[in-house]
């Protein structure tokens, strides 16, 4: 069950790209924190069942790496995502001109083929409030279908939060 969950991630993953950008305070000691907690006026910026699906996906990755959701934790997570329409690239020019003894003219139309795709970002930010402030960031941005059925949206936030958590804690150089 196990391998037919990491095939389907790995082919979620494979039609569309997902693009992480991450950065970090470099005189952090990412050993000292253990726990961690969300904001308690997170606004995600997507739906609230989309949130739950993050949230939880974040969870389990997490605690994979070892760390656990506290009262009082070591640093708190921000989430924030907007969402925006990439510039449609693909159209058929149709052009009509004429011209002749110094005279010219010409009329062309750009008809539009396909749909713009809706890409998503999210920014995870890691903050200790009682240190540095902010220590490490992760900005994600992938396509988004806001159609897409429950499951798909599922698989899709977890994809993005393996990729996120993939780099947590940067290696040491």
Known sequence: MKLIRICLLLLVVSCAPI????DYEKR???SKYTTYNYYS??????SELDTKRLLNALDVSLQNKGLSLSENPDF???IRSTEFQEANRSSVGVG?????RNVGGGISIGVPIGQANINRQIVFEFVDENGIG???QAVSESSFNPNAQ???REQRLQAIVEKVVSKYPPEKK
């Open 28 to 30: 952090t000691d990412f």
């Open 96 to 100: 009509v001109g004429g011209g002749g």
């Open 150 to 152: 429950p499951e798909k």
């Open 76 to 78: 708190f997570i921000d």
């Open 19 to 22: 693009y992480v950008n991450y």
């Open 134 to 136: 902010l220590f490490w």
């Open 41 to 46: 006026d997170l606004n995600t910026g997507l």
